[in-house]
Each structure stands twice: as structure tokens, then as C-alpha cells.
């Protein structure tokens, strides 16, 4: 299928639209968002496009100069030469509460390796693009969509899971991270108060706006997203039962020691402290068994 046709198929019902991004947003059906000057290309909770925002000129071809893959789509601004390139996935990275997370995690390598190698503007938020069939823009168009590891291919990736990074997907990500901390240290605490699952999951999203200090913002819809996700999956797993079966699984693989054994305190019997019959027993010293 054409790349400009599948663009238009996957624009959202009523994307966001604007001519003067200074006017503000305005929300219009696809056919009529088609007209205006910027547009939403990507559904909401759901990635089809990495798009980067190039403000210097010669942008259009920035790409040969990075040596990475050319953009599937290239929209260039005919009065300074800048442009937004836009690399079609051929499958979209989904951002709902039900998506994994590690699409999500490599989408925002891949995402930031390429703003990096591009020289892209770092405060792009990428909910509204030059919409390549306005006239005002000169529009170029590459029959070809990308997977995400191919796309990986032209850039150095983290070998270990690296801090994220708080721009474009990297923001939804260190959300996550942040507000799944705050959620294992309460979530008990909730449950042993005779919360309801309602009660949890509105504490979260409160907790996840608090958090939302990104600039730009995510939206309320990526923000409720990510604490769904996390709300649900806490409720699930975590109790105080559970917690203690963690805590002793720990504590068996080499955690700290017991303080009591099968034979209760053999350290008193033998009128030393727990640590040094703990030292002596690694040691193998006579006297010390388990």
C-alpha cells in the first residue's frame, strides 16, 4: 500500500488540527484536520510514527549526513529549508494501560538514539506535525515502513537499561519507573485499611499527575494509561502474604541471616554474637554447623 495512504488511514478520528499553532488547538473529524496546516498523526495511546522536528536548514537531508534510513515521509517548510521527518513503524507501539512495557522502552532508545545522531529539537513533543498533504510544505515520500530492530540497526543502543531519558516516549518510561516505586511502598498500606480496588487506582492517577512535571507534559491520556497499568498490576500481586513469601525467598538465596535456626541460637550456646557464628559457619570452622 502507498505510504501516503496508509498516513491517512492511520490518522485518528478527530485529530487535534491547527494553522497557527499560536491560536491554540482545535479537535476537527480526518477529512477536515486534512486541511489544516498541523495535525495529529498519531492515535492517541498508540505510536505509528517517530517523528523528529529539524529547525536548521538543509534539515530535509540531515538523515545522509547521519547515515540512518531515510524518512518515510520528509515535510519541509519551502521558507527556511526546516522539516519534520516522520519514520513509519510498520507495527505501532501501543502506549494503553494493556501495552507491554518493553516495546515502549526500546521505542524511546531508538527514538532518543535518532533525535541525537539528527541534531532534532530535544523539546519536540510530537503531537502535532506539518501535515504533509498542505500545500504550504513540500512533502516527500519514501515507500517504505520500518520495524523497530531494523531502525536500531543505524544507531548504538545502551547494552544495560540506561536511565530514561525525559523527552518524547523516554517520558512515559521514567513515569512508570517513578510511580511503580511510590505504588509498591503503598499499596499494602492501602489494602490493610479496607481499600477497594477504585480507591487504589484513583490514588494512583492522583499520584501520577503529581509526577506528570515533564516539559512538555504528557497527556491525561498517557498519564492514566501508565497508572492503570500500574494500579491493576500492583492490586494483583501485592499483599502482606505475598510480601513475607518474597522477603523469605530473599532471605534463602543469601539474604540476611535467620535469627533463629532449626536448633534455635546456637551463638548463645557458644557465647558469641549471631554475626560471628554467621562468620565462623562461612569459614567452615569446627563447631559451626547449619
Known amino acids: 500500500m502507498d505510504t501516503s495512504t496508509i498516513f491517512q488511514a492511520r490518522l485518528p478520528r478527530r485529530p487535534y488540527c491547527a494553522n497557527d499553532l499560536t491560536c491554540g488547538l482545535v ?6 484536520a486534512l ?3 498541523h495535525l495529529q498523526p ?5 505510536v505509528a510514527w517517530l517523528i523528529f522536528d529539524l529547525d536548521y536548514r538543509g ?10 534510513p531515510p524518512p518515510t515521509v520528509t515535510v519541509i517548510n519551502p521558507a527556511n529549508a526546516h522539516a519534520h521527518l516522520f519514520y513509519g513503524l510498520v507495527t505501532p507501539v501501543g502506549m494503553s494501560d494493556a501495552a507491554h512495557d518493553a516495546p515502549i522502552r526500546y521505542a524511546a532508545a531508538v527514538q532518543q538514539a535518532f533525535l541525537a545522531k539528527l541534531g532534532a529539537d530535544p523539546g519536540y513533543a510530537g503531537l502535532i506535525a506539518k501535515n504533509p498533504f498542505h500545500e504550504a510544505w513540500r512533502t516527500l515520500w519514501v515507500q517504505r515502513l520500518y520495524e523497530l530492530g531494523e531502525l536500531a540497526e543505524y544507531v548504538e543502543l545502551p547494552k544495560r537499561r540506561a536511565p530514561c531519558e525525559t523527552l518524547g516516549l523516554g517520558r512515559n518510561c521514567m513515569l512508570f519507573d517513578e510511580l511503580r516505586a511510590w505504588a509498591y511502598q503503598w499499596i499494602r498500606e492501602y489494602k490493610r485499611n479496607a481499600a477497594m480496588p477504585e480507591h487504589w487506582q484513583r490514588a494512583v492517577l ?15 491520556s498517557e498519564v492514566r494509561a501508565v497508572s492503570r497499568s ?4 500492583t492490586w494483583r500481586q501485592f499483599s502482606d502474604e505475598k510480601f513475607s513469601a518474597i522477603q ?13 535456626t532449626a536448633e534455635g541460637e546456637p551463638w548463645a550456646a557458644q557465647g558469641v554474637s ?11 570452622l569446627p563447631g559451626c554447623n547449619r
Open 27 to 32: 479537535v476537527r473529524p480526518t477529512a477536515t
Open 35 to 37: 486541511q489544516f496546516r
Open 42 to 46: 498519531n492515535a492517541p495511546l498508540e
Open 59 to 68: 534539515a530535509a537531508y540531515a538523515w545522509e549526513k547521519a547515515n540512518l
Open 206 to 220: 492522583g499520584q501520577a499527575e503529581k509526577l506528570n512535571v515533564f516539559t512538555p507534559a504528557l497527556s491525561f
Open 230 to 233: 500500574v494500579a491493576r498490576w
Open 248 to 260: 523469605s525467598a530473599r532471605g534463602r538465596r543469601g539474604g540476611r541471616p535467620a535469627t533463629r
Open 274 to 284: 549471631r554475626a560471628t557464628y554467621y562468620r565462623r559457619l562461612k569459614s567452615g
